[in-house]
């Protein structure tokens, strides 16, 4: 398999993998654009399909951590034919190639307690790559992580992700424009909502600072019922709908 960084050269004649075409593609693409002067690095494979990953440096990642000196993984993912061919592992060396020569401290990435859940990393994968548990949110969201300089202090949750609550009574969403899928599913579950009378709040994140702060581990989608953290799988209309209760 062949692999090609996204850069600002290529990046508006190259697919990204996880929205292959249309205005989702053209939100995240905007999305990355920003951020690939902060060091962002999306690594893909040429061949067309769900098999990339995405990092950072910790400091200027869009997520509620500590984690001074490490790369963070915005997303990890080989889906569909791509798996069982050991590509998974060929991006982890990469991002770890990559680590070692920017002396970063180390990598880390949001997992799952026992099983793996939609969105995030598999824990046994991670596992079997040697990474470890750093820190764990109420939630059941992991923060894994892997040291590659010696005596690494172990990454961890800022203390709004690691006890998830929201102030508002209702629905509360909050995501970020890193998925495409956000921004194809949120207005309409927002719309649904409206149709139904159901109370919902969508805080669109367009700020690293903001996310940083967001009460739960994941900023791409967060939401919440009542002050408490329902799920970071993206809905669609009639998953919220049957989360609201709503018959159809």
Not at 34 to 45: I, K, N, P, T
Not at 63 to 71: F, K, R, V
Not at 198 to 217: F, M, Q, S
């Amino acid at each position: 398999m062949n692999y090609l960084r996204i850069t600002r050269e290529n990046i508006d004649g190259e697919h990204i993998c996880c929205a292959m075409s249309g205005k989702q593609a053209l939100q995240k693409k905007e999305w990355l654009k920003q951020r690939l002067d902060e060091g962002l690095v999306f690594y893909r494979s040429e061949e067309r399909g769900k098999c990339f990953i995405e990092y950072i440096p910790a400091e200027l990642a869009w997520a509620p951590i500590e984690a001074e000196g490490y790369l963070y993984i915005d997303c990890l993912w080989v889906a569909g034919a791509m798996q069982g061919h050991g590509y998974a592992a060929d991006l982890l060396a990469e991002c770890i190639r990559d680590a070692k020569a920017k002396n970063r401290q180390g990598l880390c990435i949001l997992s799952s307690e026992k099983r793996k859940k939609e969105f995030l990393s598999d824990p046994k994968f991670l596992a079997h790559m040697g990474f470890s548990m750093a820190d764990r949110s109420d939630c059941g969201i992991t923060l894994m992580y892997l040291p590659l300089a010696e005596n690494a202090q172990p990454p961890k949750f800022r203390d709004c992700a690691r006890h998830p609550q929201a102030a508002e009574p209702g629905f509360v969403l909050y995501y970020t424009d890193q998925c495409p899928f956000s921004y194809y599913w949120v207005p309409r579950v927002a719309e649904a909502a409206k149709e139904h009378g159901i109370p919902l709040k969508v805080i669109h994140i367009t700020d690293r600072e903001t996310a940083r702060n967001v009460p739960a581990p994941v900023t791409t989608y967060a939401l919440f019922r009542d002050g408490a953290f329902v799920t970071h799988g993206i809905q669609s209309d009639k998953k919220f709908l049957a989360l609201a209760g709503v018959k159809e």
